[in-house]
Every structure is written in C-alpha cells, then in structure tokens.
Nanobody
Framework: VQLQASGGGLVQAGGSLRLSCVAS????????MGWFRQAPGKEREFVAA????????YYTDSAKGRFTISRDNAKNTVYLQMNSLKPEDTAVYYC?????????????????WGQGTQVTVSS
C-alpha cells in the first residue's frame, strides 16, 4: 500500500495550494480519506476528511470555509484545495486512509499514511 502526497510548497499569506494524494494497493472506494497536519513541536492534527460511499466531508473549525476536500475514485486520488492560507497553516500535511472509516477526525483510526508534503505560508 502506498499513499503519495504532493502539491505542497511556499506561498504567501492569502494564497492557495492544492494538495493531491494518490493511493495504490487498496480498493480506494472502500476507504475514507483524511488530511492531517503537523507543525514543528506540535502533535499531528486533523484537517479534513471525506467518507467512503457517500463522500460526506468533515473539517476542523480552522479549515471550514477555506479548505475543500474532494476525491476522484477513478484516479484513486484525494485532493485538498486550500485557499486564503495563513502563516498558522504552515505544517507538513499528511494524507491517510481508513477502510470503511467512521470516526474520521481520529488519527489512530487510520490504517495507512502517506509520507507528507510541506506547506509553508509566509506573512
């Protein structure tokens, strides 16, 4: 199983980035997909998730209205569109997969993790 995240980079405050995560080795449509992030010296935290089946979406409060998670099952890919970025969004962003997942904001629920992609937002 492999989750390959990409799309991170350096952006000014107010800018946008789109993260992608391509999954292989799993039946992608059976998995809820999540994005988490980890800033230096902090614990990894939930950002957004999309369910399997009905594609319901969930966001942490700081992401609501700015970030959009989506998935393309034909491409085995989950996306995180991030707009109006702030310096406090700076972190390594990780995608994760949870088979038939339910409690999507809990990182210990996830079965597989990608390697992370760095997002840096300058002020």
């Amino acid at each position: 199983v492999q989750l390959q995240a990409s799309g991170g980079g350096l952006v000014q405050a107010g800018g946008s980035l789109r993260l992608s995560c391509v999954a292989s080795g799993i039946t992608f449509s059976d998995y809820a997909m999540g994005w988490f992030r980890q800033a230096p010296g902090k614990e990894r935290e939930f950002v957004a998730a999309i369910s399997w089946g009905r594609d319901l979406t969930y966001y942490t409060d700081s992401a609501k209205g700015r970030f959009t998670i989506s998935r393309d099952n034909a491409k085995n890919t989950v996306y995180l569109q991030m707009n109006s970025l702030k310096p406090e969004d700076t972190a390594v962003y990780y995608c994760a997969a949870d088979k038939y997942g339910q409690l999507l904001n809990l990182r210990y629920e996830y079965d597989y993790w990608g390697q992370g992609t760095q997002v840096t937002v300058s002020s």
